[in-house]
């Protein structure tokens, strides 16, 4: 029986419910990156205080991570190696993105082009959406 190229393969399938607490902190961190920009607006946060405002996006950021990471260990070896494929495929693409867009800035090319964290953020989980397709392709 041939399954459809739109069907999940058993192993990643979820539940709503366990998808959104899967991806719980994801929001969280964007929410914690926003109130930082805003809160680093104001000259008299100094010190410390502005270091930890400035990390705060961070700390979610991290959870998220330690979230997947633990969701991805819980698959199936051929499920894992095709997500870890996946995130290493988004990893090195944004990398790539990233230093040519620094080089580029650098050598007077394009002006001042600011993606955020959030930028980043949104365009890495594209790459790794990229990054599923061409290996879920590959063992296919």
Do not use: C
């Not at 007077?108 to 600011?114: H, K, P, Y």
């Amino acid at each position: 029986m041939k399954t459809s190229s739109l069907t999940l393969p058993e192993a990643v399938r979820i539940s709503v419910r366990d998808a959104l607490k899967l991806n719980a902190w994801a929001p969280v961190a964007v929410v914690a990156a926003f109130v930082s920009r805003l809160l680093l607006r104001d000259p008299e946060l100094t010190g410390p205080l502005r270091v930890a405002v400035a990390l705060l996006p961070l700390l979610s950021g991290l959870l998220y991570v330690r979230t997947l990471w633990r969701w991805m260990r819980g698959l199936d070896e051929m499920q894992r190696r095709i997500q870890f494929e996946a995130v290493a495929f988004a990893a090195l693409a944004m990398l790539f993105i990233a230093l040519t867009v620094d080089l580029l800035q650098l050598g007077g090319f394009i002006g001042s082009l600011r993606f955020g964290w959030e930028g980043y953020f949104a365009f890495t989980f594209f790459l790794w959406t990229a990054g599923l397709a061409l290996a879920n392709r590959r063992y296919q």
